[in-house]
């Protein structure tokens, strides 16, 4: 049995993961800032202090596995706080730990998305990758203060950042060179809370038809998305590094070609 945290776990994909990964005889400690095994509010630093501190609490000096999983699909600033610097900063927060306390099979995974294929604000990315919060949340403000349609770009920004750092750091000492795979999946449309209200019109589905196309399968359940992310984080895992792994019924390669 292996320990692991989760966050976002109160809900879609966070908590189907957590269910899963428990019902397969693992310890799971939740993280979320509605309710859990931790709660706490992985947008602000402070937040992020808190859940590493209340994980560390929970894990009695074992964790064999970290689920960067929290996130919001907001055309707000917040979705950047959250998707990416919640993400990086938990991880950041749990290594040493996950070096330390493992059962020597430590992994780690975060949820990116399909939408990293999506136009993004170039700054913003790059702003995000250097670590530099203050200047990623003025430019992620700025643009949410431009309205919902010019703020819808933080999403895809914000998960291009994450799969970027997830390329840029993985193969380092830090995570390779501790023997921690990491990577990240990259979901098509997930039928989970986050897209619950656009995809219950026909007008919301005709337009994601257009933007993500899904060829096999079809929107996905939250399930079949954490049994990706279980694999990712077991031992079974031991060579990939730095991936994004598209569970998106095909999105990656309708529109990015046949480039490998
Ligand atoms: P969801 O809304 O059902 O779950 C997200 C969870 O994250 C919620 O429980 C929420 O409380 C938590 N969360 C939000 N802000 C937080 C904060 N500040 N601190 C701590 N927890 C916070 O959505 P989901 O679809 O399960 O999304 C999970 C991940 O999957 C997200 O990173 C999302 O971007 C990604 N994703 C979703 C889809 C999709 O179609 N649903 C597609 C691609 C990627």
């Known amino acids: 049995s292996r320990t692991y945290v989760v966050t976002g776990a109160a809900s879609g994909i966070g908590r189907a993961t957590a269910n899963l990964l428990a019902h397969r005889g693992n310890r799971v400690i939740g993280v979320d800032v509605r309710s859990g095994d931790v709660v706490?509010?992985?947008?602000?630093?402070?937040?992020?202090?808190?859940?590493?501190?209340?994980?560390?609490?929970?894990?009695?000096?074992?964790?064999?596995?970290?689920?960067?999983?929290a996130g919001l699909s907001l055309p707000t600033a917040a979705t950047v706080a959250?998707?990416?610097?919640?993400?990086?900063g938990l991880l950041h927060g749990l290594r040493s730990a996950l070096v330390a306390a493992s059962s020597g099979a430590p992994r780690a995974v975060v949820t990116s998305s399909m939408a990293t294929l999506m136009p993004v604000h170039a700054p913003?990315?790059?702003?995000?990758?250097?670590?530099?919060?203050e200047r990623a949340m003025l430019i992620a403000a700025d643009l949410e203060a431009q309205g919902p349609q010019v703020g819808a770009i933080l999403y895809p920004s914000s998960k291009r950042a994450l799969s970027r750092?997830?390329?840029?750091v993985a193969p380092t000492a830090t995570w390779a060179g501790a023997g921690i795979p990491l990577n990240a999946v990259a979901p098509g449309i997930v039928r989970t809370p986050m897209v619950e209200e656009l995809i219950a019109?026909?007008?919301?589905?005709?337009?994601?038809?257009?933007?993500v196309p899904m060829p096999l399968h079809g929107y996905l359940e939250a399930q079949q998305v954490a049994a990706l992310i279980a694999w990712l984080v077991s031992p079974e895992n031991t060579h990939l590094c730095g991936q994004t792994v598209y569970v998106d019924g095909g999105s990656d390669v309708v529109l990015r070609g046949e480039d490998v």
Do not use: H
Request: charged share 30%.
């Open 40 to 69: 706490a509010d992985l947008s602000t630093p402070q937040g992020r202090e808190d859940a590493v501190e209340g994980v560390l609490d929970e894990a009695g000096g074992r964790i064999d596995g970290v689920v960067a999983n």
């Open 82 to 88: 959250v998707n990416y610097f919640g993400a990086v």
């Open 124 to 133: 913003l990315v790059e702003a995000c990758v250097a670590g530099d919060e």
């Open 165 to 168: 750092w997830v390329r840029r």
């Open 201 to 211: 019109t026909e007008e919301g589905r005709a337009g994601l038809e257009a933007a």
